[in-house]
């Protein structure tokens, strides 16, 4: 089956895409050093960052639009605020060693505005991590001339898009749409391609950034180490390392 064969890509690209980003930000918090988590959730980078790193609680900040689940992380004595990552960030300039939102990008309204203020709130010589999908791949180039929604670019605000295969859905069935609802945890608004998202942390004032391509599809997973770093490009997702 079709699908069966882009899901188990995808399942490959993204385990391996989030390797890759954890290294970054457990590697920058080796020695110590604030962190802010973006998308927090209840606070699962406290949890390994904490057994890997030694992290202290103090030193784990967090924001998280979801009042709910704020809550919970509240409750187990994490600083985890509620708060929109398309506003001004309620922190001190040079406030953290290390900045990382993985899969947040794509969801906000303003993610220019969202990567200025990471380069504000890091202190000289601080990290950010993002990891996000790549609107130019090969993948997606195909679904538009197919006459398809890409996979990579927004979601729609309807199901009825989804059930009737417009969209071509990869992603793993426990990840429940909720494209319809007032506050959508999926849907994508803003997608960058590898190319202007370098160029454009470069452009703010980053010394290092380095991006790492994962998933060009619809070459098989036997391939993909390899290909990746031919051509990042076009590949499905892509993690940026940014050092200010």
Same mark, same amino acid.
Not at 55 to 82: C, F, M, T
């Given at each position: 089956?079709?699908?069966?064969?882009?899901?188990?890509?995808?399942?490959?690209?993204?385990?391996?895409?989030?390797?890759?980003?954890?290294?970054?930000?457990?590697?920058?918090?080796?020695?110590?050093?604030?962190?802010?988590?973006?998308?927090?959730?209840?606070?699962?980078?406290?949890?390994?960052?904490?057994?890997?790193?030694?992290?202290?609680?103090?030193?784990?900040?967090?924001?998280?639009?979801?009042?709910?689940?704020?809550?919970?992380?509240?409750?187990?004595?994490?600083?985890?605020?509620?708060?929109?990552?398309?506003?001004?960030?309620?922190?001190?300039?040079?406030?953290?060693?290390?900045?990382?939102?993985?899969?947040?990008?794509?969801?906000?309204?303003?993610?220019?505005?969202?990567?200025?203020?990471?380069?504000?709130?890091?202190?000289?010589?601080?990290?950010?991590?993002?990891?996000?999908?790549?609107?130019?791949?090969?993948?997606?180039?195909?679904?538009?001339?197919?006459?398809?929604?890409?996979?990579?670019?927004?979601?729609?605000?309807?199901?009825?898009?989804?059930?009737?295969?417009?969209?071509?859905?990869?992603?793993?069935?426990?990840? &429940?749409?909720?494209? #319809?609802?007032?506050? %959508?945890? =999926?849907? /994508?608004?803003? $997608? @960058?391609?590898?190319?202007?998202?370098?160029?454009?942390?470069?452009?703010?004032?980053?010394?290092?950034?380095?991006?790492?391509?994962?998933?060009?599809?619809?070459?098989?997973?036997?391939? &993909?180490?390899?290909? #990746?770093?031919?051509? %990042?490009? =076009?590949? /499905?997702?892509? $993690? @940026?390392?940014?050092?200010?």
């Amino acid at each position: 089956m079709l699908k069966n064969y882009f899901r188990a890509l995808y399942q490959r690209t993204m385990h391996e895409a989030y390797a890759h980003a954890g290294t970054g930000i457990t590697r920058t918090l080796a020695n110590g050093g604030d962190c802010l988590d973006c998308g927090a959730s209840t606070g699962y980078w406290y949890t390994r960052l904490s057994a890997e790193v030694g992290l202290p609680k103090e030193n784990y900040h967090g924001i998280e639009w979801n009042r709910h689940l704020v809550s919970k992380a509240v409750e187990n004595g994490l600083d985890i605020q509620q708060g929109d990552l398309n506003k001004v960030l309620p922190f001190a300039d040079r406030r953290f060693k290390c900045i990382f939102g993985l899969s947040v990008l794509e969801h906000l309204l303003n993610p220019c505005h969202y990567l200025k203020e990471c380069h504000r709130l890091l202190e000289d010589g601080g990290v950010l991590v993002l990891l996000t999908p790549n609107i130019s791949t090969y993948f997606t180039a195909a679904l538009i001339l197919a006459g398809k929604m890409p996979s990579s670019g927004p979601h729609p605000d309807s199901d009825a898009l989804i059930r009737s295969e417009e969209l071509f859905k990869v992603s793993d069935e426990s990840l &429940q749409s909720d494209t #319809e609802s007032d506050t %959508p945890s =999926h849907r /994508h608004l803003v $997608v @960058f391609s590898y190319s202007v998202l370098g160029k454009y942390l470069r452009t703010m004032g980053f010394s290092q950034v380095d991006g790492r391509g994962f998933g060009l599809y619809p070459f098989p997973n036997f391939m &993909q180490p390899v290909l #990746e770093r031919v051509d %990042p490009y =076009h590949c /499905h997702q892509m $993690v @940026f390392i940014a050092r200010k």
